[in-house]
T-cell receptor, first 115, second 117 residues
Framework: DAGITQSPRYKITETGRQVTLMCHQT?????MFWYRQDLGHGLRLIYY???????DKGEVPDGYVVSRSKTENFPLTLESATRSQTSVYFC??????????????FGPGTRLTVL | GNSVTQMEGPVTLSEEAFLTINCTYT??????LFWYVQYPGEGLQLLLK?????DKGSNKGFEATYRKETTSFHLEKGSVQVSDSAVYFC????????????????FGKGTKLSVIP
């Protein structure tokens, strides 16, 4: 399917477990992003990537790890899940190099519950 | 750093009422400004955008004008419908001409709109 997809859509895990959320885009966009959405906080940037093998921290990176070996994939890993990481996670992608066109395209989200 | 402040909700309106959702921002230079909409259970979709001062973004009857002098980007619609019920997010991205562009978006906290028949 064309576009940006996330998997799984729903995940329940336990404290201390490792969890990986997947994100895949078919547009060959250079930039990819991970956000978390929580009531009262809106969307907060966790990590972003400007290209394959280039990643950088966002506003709330602690407890998360990312990698980007291929342009189309940008997995997010919670190394040891905590209850505070219960949230809805959104992946997004964006083209680069076109001034003023910073529009981001969002995936459908993954609802993660940490028990 | 960049920040976006938008009016807190929830906002409840009757069908065909006029809608305004206020958004102000703090940023250096000339950021791009966006309104995103999130329908229940879905991801965010771009509603409209403006990339320079005095630009007006419009889509689906919604409008917003980039006001540099008041650092605002208020969302308006003349006649809302039940199908407009959603959460609306104002956002900005780095000035693309600043050379520091990381293409990050800074979001407001969102305003939930409910439209009743």
């Amino acid at each position: 399917d064309a576009g940006i997809t996330q998997s799984p859509r729903y995940k329940i895990t336990e404290t201390g477990r490792q969890v990986t959320l997947m994100c895949h885009q078919t547009w060959s966009h250079s930039y990819m992003f991970w956000y978390r959405q929580d009531l009262g906080h809106g969307l907060r940037l966790i990590y972003y990537s400007a290209a394959a093998d280039i990643t950088d921290k966002g506003e709330v990176p602690d407890g998360y790890v990312v990698s980007r070996s291929k342009t189309e994939n940008f997995p997010l890993t919670l190394e040891s899940a905590t209850r505070s990481q219960t949230s809805v996670y959104f992946c997004a992608s964006s083209e680069s190099g076109d001034r003023g066109s910073n529009e981001q395209f969002f995936g459908p989200g993954t609802r993660l519950t940490v028990l | 750093g960049n920040s976006v402040t938008q009016m807190e909700g929830p906002v409840t309106l009757s069908e065909e009422a006029f809608l305004t959702i206020n958004c102000t921002y703090t940023a250096t230079g000339y950021p791009s400004l966006f309104w995103y909409v999130q329908y229940p259970g879905e991801g965010l979709q771009l509603l409209l955008k403006a990339t320079k001062a005095d630009d007006k973004g419009s889509n689906k009857g919604f409008e917003a004008t980039y006001r540099k002098e008041t650092t605002s980007f208020h969302l308006e619609k003349g006649s809302v419908q039940v199908s407009d019920s959603a959460v609306y997010f104002c956002a900005l991205s780095d000035d693309p001409y600043s050379g520091a562009g990381s293409y990050q978006l800074t979001f407001g906290k969102g305003t939930k709109l409910s439209v009743i028949p």
